[in-house]
């Protein structure tokens, strides 16, 4: 595998359910990130972990919970989500640190329906 | 703060056609700017970035981008347009200095390329 691996791809959970996103590295990068889309919106970063640390979190509802067990790693665990949180869920990662600029490299998402 | 602005929902193109997709950005300090490209079922993919220097940027698969500090714009262009660029395309900001791995993304610009 290459590149940034996200599982599942598709996800239908109802709203009582606990569910995790999984997301892999395989680029050496030390910083990873969870993105939502919705549609017609601008992809809302979530969360950013810098060499397992967590540095960000843009005031995202409690029922989201991230994991980063390590720099190549990243979970997003999921528990009484609300139908409004259905979207894909984009995971990135980047070689990163103060002073740099780095592109960011995007998983292909878990598209995430919540009945 | 920072923000980026993508003018228009969608933009169509005869195939063989020049292709522009708009973007205005905001930021407090110096600007650092991302295109991204996302076809269907897929997460971005990364095309050009300007950090400093020249303020025309090339990328990948012929596109192109031009900097402009007056007017704040960092519009994507690419000469010929070809079928298999219809995309959703994504501008990208990262600014100040406390900011890296925080992208700001704009909305999106859905290109349709006709043949």
């Known amino acids: 595998e290459t590149g940034v691996t996200q599982t599942p791809r598709h996800l239908v959970m109802g709203m009582t359910n606990k569910k995790s996103l999984k997301c892999e590295q395989h680029?050496?990068?030390?910083?990873m990130y969870w993105y939502k889309q919705s549609a017609k919106k601008p992809l809302e970063l979530m969360f950013v972990?810098?060499?397992?640390?967590?540095?960000e979190n843009n005031s995202v509802p409690s029922r989201f919970s991230p994991e980063c067990p390590n720099s190549s790693h990243l979970f997003l665990h999921l528990h009484t989500l609300q139908p409004e949180d259905s979207a894909l869920y984009l995971c990135?990662?980047?070689?990163?640190?103060?002073?740099?600029?780095?592109?960011?490299?995007f998983g292909p998402g878990t598209r995430l329906t919540v009945l | 703060a920072q923000s980026v602005a993508q003018p228009e929902d969608q933009v169509n193109v005869a195939e063989g056609n020049p292709l522009t997709v708009k973007c205005t950005y905001s930021?407090?300090?110096?600007?650092?700017l991302f295109w991204y490209v996302q076809y269907p079922n897929r997460g971005l993919q990364f095309l050009l970035k300007?950090?400093?220097?020249?303020?025309l940027v090339k990328g990948s698969y012929g596109f192109e981008a031009e900097f402009n500090k007056s007017q704040t714009s960092f519009h994507l262009k690419k000469p010929s347009a070809l079928v298999s660029d219809s995309a959703l395309y994504f501008c990208?900001?990262?600014?100040?200095?406390?900011?890296?791995?925080?992208?700001?993304f704009g909305a999106g610009t859905q290109v349709v390329v006709t043949p």
């Open positions: 990135a990662s980047s070689q990163d640190g103060a002073g740099t600029y780095n592109e960011q490299f």
């Open positions: 680029l050496g990068h030390n910083a």
């Open positions: 972990y810098s060499l397992e640390e967590r540095v």
């Open positions: 930021v407090s300090g110096n600007p650092y």
């Open positions: 300007y950090i400093t220097g020249d303020n």
């Open positions: 990208a900001v990262q600014g100040g200095t406390d900011s890296w791995g925080k992208f700001q």
